[in-house]
Structures are given as C-alpha cells and as structure tokens.
C-alpha cells in the first residue's frame, strides 16, 4: 500500500477547508440529494461526499457506509486529492497504491473506485465526491464527467452555505443591536421617570410647607380660619391623592411601605376612571419576595397591556391573576376574539410588551377560545436583572 504524498499546498489548503466550517457538522439535505444522484450516474453500491482533514477523511454524506469517517493514510481520496482530474482505479486488487490495503484486502474489499476533487472557491482540492464498488465496472467518460459535475455542485454549495451562515450571523448582529438599543431606551425612560418622580416629590413637597405656612398664618385671624381651613384641607388632599397617582405613574415602586398589590390595585383604580370596562385584580398572596426591579416590571408589562385594550376598544371586564412564588405568573382574561396583533399600531403595542418579557427571560402564551376569550399569560423569573438593567 502507497501513502498519498501530501498536497504542496497543505498548510493552505487545511486553512481553506477550515474556512469552509463544515467539518463535522450535521446531516444537510442538499449533500445527501447529490450522494443519491452520484449513485445513480454511477450504479456504485457505495458513494459519498468527503473532505480531507489533517489525519482522516471525514463523511459529509454518503449512501452504502455506516462509518462517519476513516484513517487519511488508507483513504483512496487522498490521492484523488493530488490532481485536479477524475481520478479512476479500474481494479484495487492490482493498483500498486491499493492492493494490500485493509479496505480491499478485507472490510469492505473494494474493486473498482472513481473520485473526482472538490476544488473550493479559492481553488484548493478540499476534498472529493467519490464511488466505489465490491465489483469490477466499466466506467464510461459521460460518467467521468457527471461526476465532475456533481463535484463543481458541490463546491457551489459550500459557496452557499457560507453566503447564508454570513446572512445569519449578519442578522443576529442586527438583533443584538436591537436588542441593546431597546435596553438602553427602556433603561433611559426608567432613568427619566424616576428623575421626574423624585422632581414631583420636591416640588409636591414645597407646596405642602407653603401651605402649612398659610394654614398657620390663618389660624391667627380667627374670623377666617373656618373657611380657610377648610379650603386648605381641601386642596392638600387633593394635593396628596395628586402626588401619589404621578409619583406612583413615574415610579410606581418608590416608597418602601407600599407593597406590589398596592400599587397594582391603585393602576387599576385610576384606569377604571377611563376605560371603557371593568378590571378585577386576584392577588394570590405568597411569602417570595419581589425586587424593586421586577416588581417595577411587571407594572410596565400590566400598564401597557391594559392600554393595549383600550386601544381595542374591547367589551366586558378584565380578570387579572397574579401568583408569586417560584416564579411570577400573570394571567390576563377578557372577551376579543379578534387576533391581539390584528391592527399595525396594536402590534407594535404588543411586540413591545413582548420584546420586555423576553428581555428578563419570561415566556408568554397567547390563546383564544372557541367562546371569544382571550387569555394573556405571562411567567416570568424572580429575579429580572439579567438583561434588563432599570
């Protein structure tokens, strides 16, 4: 048996085939669509597509073989390699490089061979397209050239392949980028809220020592303190409801005495004010603990589903479910049975409450029954610092 020399090229051309990133990778259907075209120009029991690596040759598809791959020295194709021709071995029993080789001496005791090269788009003998046979055959020229086509196919579709890998790494590129500026935007607006929630505290707080001034100043002209207490009294509740409604919609999550539930249940109050139906909260209670983070983003994602369906203009109420406890289930019920991306600014709406849940690793599940009831739910983790930053 003769060891194929090594190509002159060698160095390079492992760095091509390298290039190529398709070694070992998974079965492709276009491959195997060529190896059963291959079969069938050549009437071979055993034909594949291969590439040769530093020390083996190494099975992209093949039909007849149940091996992935073999020793480079006893590899028939490593001599196809050295040439840019067909390469055509009538009989292995009397071919000096082939005739005490274990795979005609024993295994699969090939006879007759033919391989031609696949020359990458560099022009480097990367690897071949290869038919062989336990019996002796007559190989005709037009067979020579089919499978020199199906070589050319071959390399065309390595060519392919690295076009579309480039497309999708193009393209996850582009969705990170997308997905760091949707951070920064939600992260800045966050920034900005709380900027104007701490604002509203102060100025809010101005106004009350204003008043307490006023109020002690009129307590002294007792001909004037009962109308004007009262009027004082007036405006400072309505200065306080006032303050907790805007510092709560800027920064819902700011006083360590208010609780989750609270804040929800008060969303929904102010929001029934203005919808046109009816919104119920069940809060199952539970011993987990909410950051300041999480909680505040599952406000948002409340918030901006409920004004989702105003938007919609949806008849009849809408159940709230809320469960703490390994992780945050939200469940959202109401009657629509139209589809809730139907309309362009509704689906612009819903991506954005969507690409959120993503952003802290939750999972969303849309589902519309037979009886027009849409069920929103939403679980997230207790912790959602991961990719989202607030």
Known sequence: MKIANLP??????????????????PVETSFNELTELLSLVT?????????????????KASIGLNVEECTRDISFCSHTILDRQVMVVPDARVDER????????????????AGAPIVSANGY????????????????????RAIAIIAGQVTRLLELRLRNLAIREKAEQLIDIERSTLQFALQQQEIERKA??????????????ASLMYLSVAMEEKELAPPLLLKTRTALEDLLQEMRRLSRT???????????????????????????FDVELDWEESPAMLSDETAINLYRILAQYLVL???????????IRVQVDQDIQLVLLHSDQRPLDSDRQHQISLNAIITRIRLLHGQYEINISPSGTTSFMVTMPLSAKADLKI
Request: hydrophobic share 40%; charged share 25%.
């Open 250 to 276: 800027y920064n819902p999550i700011s006083l360590p005495a208010v609780t989750l539930e609270e804040v929800l249940r008060e969303l929904i109050v102010q929001f029934a004010k203005k919808a046109p």
């Open 8 to 25: 002159w090229n060698e160095a390079q051309r492992l760095a091509e085939l390298d290039a190529c990133q398709i070694l070992d990778t």
């Open 125 to 144: 003998n990367i690897g071949t397209v290869c038919a062989f046979d336990t019996e002796l055959k007559n190989f005709t020229s037009d067979q020579e």
């Open 309 to 319: 369906l105003e938007k919609r203009e949806i008849n009849g109420p809408v159940h």
């Open 196 to 209: 104007i929630g701490v604002e509203l505290h102060e100025n809010f707080a101005q106004v009350l020592a």
């Open 43 to 59: 009437g071979c029991s055993h034909v594949a597509i291969s590439f040769i690596d530093n020390n083996r040759q190494w099975l």
């Open 98 to 113: 082939f005739a005490d080789n274990p795979m005609v001496t024993d295994g699969l005791r090939i006879r007759f061979y």
